[in-house]
Every structure is written in structure tokens, then in C-alpha cells.
């Protein structure tokens, strides 16, 4: 239920905080006091949409906070998935900051406004008198069936089959596809395969052989640079090796002066040795680089084979055709196990069909038993309503393919007219009648409703009298089961409630304010009076006033 709102910069809204009770409460107030400025912060905070207008002073933040106290398993999955901590005592809150970016928090966790709608959705059911033709569509008319036959667990159960189900369908169909597709084209992919097999490739060959063909291509100025390094090193006259035992037989001498010149020996020896090493490894290369036109040919074949392969490819990367290879083998293996993989899957979607059908049985079953059961408490309420020969009546019907709600199709039928058979209620109910059909829908949904908190926005007008008074003994009853808040500019109804708060103007400073505060037993009355008498307090309306709510 919701605990409390607080808000603060929003609209007329300087800064109010209300605490709601369980039960039924009611929301008054004089038109444009600021009731529809509530209930847009609350929406607000549930994560509809911001608008930069909302701010009442442009240079401070706004900011709507929410708290609300939760026991409902069904809300554990939306935390667990998100990776938010699950705490009975729920704060939602949402900032607007001067600069008009918008921030969401789920107990001072960051979230995104989605978020925060996908959330706020599971708390807090709004409706307004326009909601009414939500009232005809057929995915609302299901979830409110299911709703009452309690099927949410089953529903998960179903959907998580039928998701493989789908899966299953799809992945047989392409496999049907593709063994009906020409043979040509797989035979065209096995050719590119025998040939791709037949080059025989191997890791980091491409690069192996360009080095390879670059050194061959190259052989006289390669073998030229090498006798010359050879020379410089070892084999001139004054070659580097034989500079090094000179340098080393001097510094040899000069230690018997400087003794600190020792260390400087086996420095030029390990020089040296390096040096001699690199002279071997040149003349090694020296002996393996001769210019042979036979393995300079086999080279260019071998460097041209892969090139017109990776050109007949598409691709410019000597891994990207290894990974041709693979794919052309995958899908060549594809075909060549085709049938075993449609009859592997064909048993697989079998199964999963039974097991969906299972299922979908069990749900048809749980929608059916509760139907009459339905039918009858929402007749019996409609009739209250000054429809006194109103019929509410649930066709369902099985579909011939499974769908994502089952194998059902429910349509909400209505009649108001003694001896007029029920039909469609999108086409024979009023405006009026959809409000009152509504309400009292909801109100029988209300028994096993998930939704804690139910709010009316003024969906009574348009009635008075007594629908009125039934109206408000509807609401009373549901605030049993439920939080029930109904804004309502009607006495019958205001009388009803367990707690009464009051929405008002404040224009005692140079900018209007809205306020709300809770009506003390007293105040009631005088509200109540002013409800009645449209405005003048008079005895009678007193009166009266102390009368209603003591019914």
C-alpha cells in the first residue's frame, strides 16, 4: 500500500507530505484546487513521462518521493532481475533538476525511468473516468480473467514452454527450408569447400609465405647485405672482432695502472661472444639464401593460390578465409545430416507441444470455473447501478494455435435492456455504462488483485443520488481487500471513506499554493455540508451532513 507522498517544486505544489492509511479514503476539493496536480506527481514518481512545465520554480529541483509498504511475492522476480535489494518498506523517488535532467531511484538505487514505470505498474492502478474504454480490449478483458482464477504462476509456467515452443517451430522451419532449397547450391558449397580443402591452408601461412617470397625475390641484395655484414664483422681486415681483442689487449695492459680497468674485460669479452653469435647467424643465412628459380616459382604459386582465394572470397584477411573454411564445412555438414536433424527436432517441438497443451488445458480449465462466478458478482453489482436488468456475461473461445496467453480468446458481452441479448460491449455500451461496468469489474477483481493500491480519478461523474451512495458502498467494500483512494466531488461517496483529505488553495503569499491536509471528524462535516449545499453552510446541510456519515 502507499504509505506516504511527499513533494516538493511540482506545479502549484510548494512542498506537502501526506500519509495514507489502508482502507478507503477519499481525496476533495474545490475544481482546480489542485487534485489532478496530486495524482500527476504520483504518476510522476510511478515513472510516466516528465515535463520541464511541472517545475513550480524553474531554478530549484523538483523532486516527488514515494514510500510504500509491500508483502507481495509476485513483486520479487522485478528486483531480482534488476539486481535491487527487496525491503517490505519500498521508496521510490524521482528528481528533476533545474537543468531539466531527470533521475529515478528505486530505495536511493539509480534505475531508469522504465524502470520505475515497470515497477510502479505492480503498486499502484490509476483510473480515470477516460480509462473506461480500456475496459473493451480484449488483453485486458484475459488479464482480468486470469487475474481472478489466480492463473500469474501458471501463465510464467506456460509462457516459458511456449517461448520453446516458438524457439523449437522456428528452428524447424528453417531446417525445412534449407533442405528444400536447391541441391545446385549445396553442391556449389562443397565445391568451394573441396577447393578451400584442396589449398590445403595452414595457421599463419600467408604471412610465412610472404616473408618467404619477399627474401627470394630478393636473393642478390639480401646475399650482398649479409658478405657485408660478415665482412664488417669478422672477415675485413679491421673487422669489429678483430678491433675488440686489440681494444681488449690494451685495457688487459692498462689494468696494471688502473686497476678499476679489469671490470671493463669481461664486458668487452661478453661483447665478444654476442658478436661472434650474430657472425655464425649471418653466415648461416648467408649459406640458406640461394637463389633458386624452382622454389622461387613453388613460392609465387603458393603466394598467388592464396591471394585469388582470398580475392574469390571477399576478404582481405588471411583469418577470415581459415574462417570460411570452417563455416562452408559447418553448413556442408548441415546438409549432409539434414534429415536427422529435422526428425531430431521434430521430436523435440512434439514434445514441447504436448507438454504446452498440458498447460494450456489447465489455464482454459481455471478461466472457465471462475467464469460464472464472475459473471454473477458483476451482474449483481451493474444492477445495483440503475441498470437493474443489466447482464454481464464472458464468452471464451478456443483458438486453433497457441498464442502466448494459451488457447483462449475472452470477450466481456453486455446488455442493459431486459430481453436484449448480451453482445459485445464495445458496441452497446455507453460512455456512462463502461464506468459503471468498471467499476463494478474492478471491484469483483479487487477480491484477488495483486495491485495493492487502486485510485479513482472522479470516475463518478456524471451520477449522483443514489448510484452515488451504491458507488461509494462499492469502494468501502473493496477498501477491505484493498487501498482504495478516490478523488470524488461527491458527498454519498466522500461519506464512505475511512480517512478524508482535503485539497486546497493557499493565495496568502504572492504565488498560489496547493495544500492538502486530513480532515479531522469536524472539518468532515463542514466539507461534507459545503458538498451538499453546493457550498452554503446551512443547519440542514450540517444535518445531513452528520446523518451520511453515520450510515
Known amino acids: 500500500m502507499l504509505k506516504s507522498l511527499t513533494v516538493s517544486n511540482y506545479a502549484l505544489i510548494d512542498s506537502l507530505s501526506i500519509d495514507f492509511d489502508n482502507g478507503f479514503s477519499v481525496i476533495t476539493g474545490e475544481t482546480g484546487a489542485g487534485k489532478s496536480i496530486l495524482l500527476g506527481a504520483l504518476g510522476f514518481v510511478l515513472g510516466e513521462r516528465s515535463d520541464s512545465s511541472i517545475m513550480l520554480d524553474e531554478t530549484k529541483k523538483c523532486t516527488v518521493e514515494a514510500e510504500f509498504l509491500i508483502d507481495n511475492e509476485r513483486i520479487k522476480p522485478f528486483f531480482e532481475e534488476n539486481d535491487l535489494d527487496y525491503d517490505k518498506e519500498l521508496i521510490l523517488r524521482r528528481e528533476l533538476s533545474s537543468t531539466k535532467k531527470s533521475r529515478a531511484f528505486i530505495n536511493d538505487t539509480p534505475v531508469t525511468a522504465q524502470q520505475l514505470k515497470e515497477l510502479g505498474n505492480q503498486l499502484v492502478d490509476i483510473h480515470s473516468q477516460h480509462d473506461s474504454l480500456l475496459l473493451t480490449n480484449a488483453d485486458f478483458q484475459l488479464d482480468i480473467v486470469d487475474n481472478a482464477a489466480d492463473n500469474y504462476s501458471l501463465l510464467v509456467d506456460y509462457q516459458a514452454v511456449y517461448h520453446k515452443y516458438v524457439a523449437f517451430k522456428n528452428e524447424l522451419k528453417a531446417l525445412r527450408e534449407m533442405a528444400e532449397k536447391n541441391v545446385a547450391e549445396n553442391d556449389f558449397l562443397a565445391f568451394q569447400l573441396d577447393e578451400l580443402h584442396k589449398a590445403d591452408l595452414q595457421d ?26 660478415l665482412t664488417t664483422l669478422s672477415e675485413s681486415e679491421y673487422s669489429v672482432l678483430d678491433q675488440l681483442n686489440e681494444l681488449k689487449s690494451s685495457v688487459d695492459r692498462l689494468k696494471r695502472y688502473i686497476p678499476q680497468a679489469e671490470q671493463y674485460l669481461e664486458r668487452i669479452e661478453s661483447t665478444k661472444i654476442e658478436l661472434k653469435d650474430i657472425a655464425q647467424d649471418l653466415d648461416a643465412m648467408q649459406d640458406s639464401t640461394q637463389f633458386d628459380s624452382d622454389s622461387l616459382n613453388e613460392i609465387q604459386e603458393r603466394f598467388d593460390l592464396i591471394q585469388r582465394l582470398m580475392m574469390k572470397h571477399h576478404v582481405k584477411d588471411y583469418s577470415e578465409l581459415l574462417k570460411i573454411r570452417e563455416d562452408l564445412q559447418r553448413k556442408v555438414g548441415a546438409y549432409a545430416n539434414i534429415d536427422e ?15 504446452l497443451a498440458k498447460l494450456a488445458d489447465t489455464l482454459s480449465g481455471k478461466r ?18 440503475k441498470m437493474p436488468h443489466g447482464v454481464f456475461e464472458i464468452e471464451i473461445t478456443d483458438t486453433a494455435e497457441f498464442a502466448v496467453t494459451g488457447k483462449n480468446k475472452v470477450r466481456f458481452l453486455f446488455s442493459a435492456n431486459k430481453g436484449i441479448a448480451p453482445d459485445d460491449m464495445s458496441r452497446v455500451a455507453s460512455g456512462g455504462e463502461l464506468s459503471r461496468l468498471m467499476l463494478a ?26 448510484v452515488a451512495s451504491k458507488l461509494g ?6 477498501g477491505e481487500s484493498l487501498q482504495i483512494i478516490s478523488i470524488t466531488h461527491l458527498p454519498q461517496i466522500a461519506s464512505k471513506a475511512k480517512n ?31 458538498m451538499l449545499s453546493n457550498d452554503k453552510i446551512t443547519p440542514e446541510a450540517i444535518k445531513a451532513a452528520e446523518v451520511i456519515l453515520t450510515i
Open 204 to 229: 599463419n601461412e600467408y604471412e610465412e609465405v610472404s616473408q618467404q617470397l619477399e627474401i627470394l625475390e630478393n636473393a642478390e641484395e639480401v646475399k650482398t647485405l649479409l658478405a657485408q655484414s
Open 500 to 530: 478524508h483529505f482535503f485539497v486546497y488553495k493557499d493565495e496568502s503569499e504572492q504565488k498560489t499554493r496547493s495544500c492538502i491536509r486530513l480532515l479531522s471528524h469536524d472539518e468532515r462535516v463542514t466539507e461534507i455540508a459545503k
Open 473 to 478: 458502498d462499492i469502494m468501502q467494500t473493496m
Open 368 to 385: 472457465r470455473k471462475v467464469k460464472v462466478s464472475f459473471e454473477k458478482s458483476v451482474t449483481d453489482i451493474i444492477r445495483q447501478l
Open 441 to 466: 469489474i474492478k471491484a469483483v477483481a479487487s477480491k484477488s488483485s495483486y495491485i495493492p493500491t487502486l485510485i479513482f480519478d472522479e470516475i463518478d461523474t456524471g451520477v449522483s443520488g443514489e
Open 341 to 355: 536433424e529435422i526428425g531430431k527436432k521434430e521430436r523435440q517441438l512434439k514434445d514441447c507441444e504436448k507438454e
